[in-house]
């Protein structure tokens, strides 16, 4: 048997991403360390790892956030490297490139290749370079002046993005030129509160699209390969709610086409890790351009697990060693169709306020084609201070006729109480016609499920 990648890894985050990087760790003989915060002690993290320890307080600026204090317990405790899974410290580069310094390992690209990838406008930059094609667009908007000028030739509506964004903050559509001024303001302040980075730039907004993304492995033999697209429409501001593989919006050519961009544009960063390029494809115009790209592994990444078979997290570990992809191009094939629901605690009769409390009842669905990646347990104490993810239901199914089915009946026998969540409201989606005949866009549920009042906005 070969020997593991590492023999210890710490797990920098919390909730069902750790969960899910112990059990890749486990599988590959991995000794795993939970870095959890107070609030985080008693959390299925800590109870599945071989070993916790505490990192600070509850808000995560104290611990989940501490760059310092995370490579600081990797060292005390011996560990080889470290895995940051999703949000927090995955994208900061000054937190791979500590790691580098302090000889860690960091389960993911290099410092320059996050900060390439991580600012916008670098990022539209390569992927020009790289022939892959980009909404009509800005470069840095400095100035109010420069805004309506560069409004008035991409043309009305457009779209203020953060540089440093992400997540759908610091964007405003700006529709005639007596919105830009005010829409300016608000977009940079919010970009400088949430990314400390106040730089916009402009993109054409499109009407009707579709949120498409390609999953990319590389490594440091020079090895790149994709594996296949997401559909991640189904969103609410801008916050993906249903993601689903393959998408049923396009067609083979534009896949190949999709795929072969994403393939270029991670061989130009030298990319090693799992990554995501995401594009936006226009329905009316049957285009696809470039959005952006994610230096991490994504919330959604298990529905291209359950079409592929392959184990995303263990190729990401393995690569941080050292090692190639476990696979080449030619051994990827897609099988039957999965469709993936973010089961928050949140009230979406109540505009989805989060809702964090005691699980009195926790029962999830279990059944051939079902997978539940979750931290929660009866009696899980939901905590405030963090993402309101309670799990992620995955269905698979041979056609995505059946994949749709199997998630209703999976969502039917969902059992959780003392929290809100949102298991009504995908059951909504899932049953509307919009959504089995794959006409959803990005703005789908706000301006036409909400829009009808039939889950309160």
């Known amino acids: 048997m070969a020997s593991p990648p590492f023999r210890r890894l710490l797990v920098a985050n919390r909730g069902e991403i750790a969960v899910r990087v112990i059990r890749a760790c486990d599988k590959l003989g991995i000794e795993s360390v939970a870095a959890v915060s107070e609030a985080d002690r008693d959390s299925l993290a800590a109870r599945t790892a071989t070993r916790a320890v505490c990192i600070g307080p509850a808000p995560a600026r104290e611990s989940y956030l501490k760059a310092e204090t995370l490579v600081a317990a990797a060292l005390g405790t011996g560990c080889e490297a470290i895995h940051p899974g999703y949000g927090f410290l995955s994208e900061r580069p000054a937190f791979s490139r500590l790691c580098r310094k302090a000889g860690v390992r960091f389960v993911g690209p290099s410092p320059e290749a996050i900060e390439a990838m991580g600012d916008k406008i670098s990022a539209v930059r390569l992927a020009t ?91 440091s033999h020079g090895n790149v390969v994709h594996l296949g697209e997401r559909d991640c429409s189904t969103q609410r501001r801008h916050q993906k709610l249903i993601e689903e593989a393959p998408s049923p919006a396009i067609d083979a050519a534009m896949r190949a086409e999709l795929a072969d961009a994403a393939v270029r544009l991670a061989r130009r960063v030298s990319y090693e890790g799992a990554g995501t390029v995401e594009f936006v494809y226009d329905t009316d115009a049957g285009r696809a351009y470039f959005l952006e790209m994610n230096t991490r592994i994504q919330v959604e990444h298990p529905v291209t697990e359950m079409v592929t078979g392959r184990d995303l997290v263990a190729e990401q570990i393995r690569i941080a060693a050292g090692e190639p992809v476990s696979f080449a191009q030619g051994d990827v094939t897609l099988s039957g169709h999965a469709i993936e629901c973010r089961i928050n605690a949140e009230d979406a009769a109540r505009g989805f306020l989060p809702g964090p409390g005691r699980l009195a009842a926790w029962s999830m669905p279990q059944g051939e084609g079902l997978r539940v990646d979750t931290h929660c347990f009866e009696g899980y104490l939901v905590p405030p201070f963090y993402d309101s993810l309670l799990a992620k239901v995955i269905a698979h199914g041979s056609s995505r006729t059946e994949a749709i089915a199997r998630m209703d009946s999976a969502l039917a026998r969902c059992r959780i109480e003392g929290v809100p969540t949102t298991v009504p409201f995908h059951r909504v989606v899932l049953a509307e016609e919009d959504f089995r005949a794959a006409r959803v866009t990005t703005r789908w549920v706000e301006e036409t499920l909400l829009a009808r009042d039939k889950v309160a906005a």
């Open 129 to 219: 370079q790289a022939g892959v094609p980009r909404v009509p667009g800005s470069e840095r908007i400095d100035s109010l002046a420069t805004a309506q000028s560069e409004a008035q030739r991409v043309g009305y509506p457009v779209l203020l993005k953060a540089s440093a964004g992400g997540g759908g903050r610091g964007m405003r559509v700006v529709r005639s030129e007596r919105e830009i001024a005010a829409a300016m303001q608000s977009a940079a302040a919010e970009a400088q509160a949430a990314f400390g980075d106040g730089t916009l730039y402009m993109e054409k907004f499109i009407e009707r699209a579709r949120h498409i993304e390609i999953q990319v492995l590389g490594d």
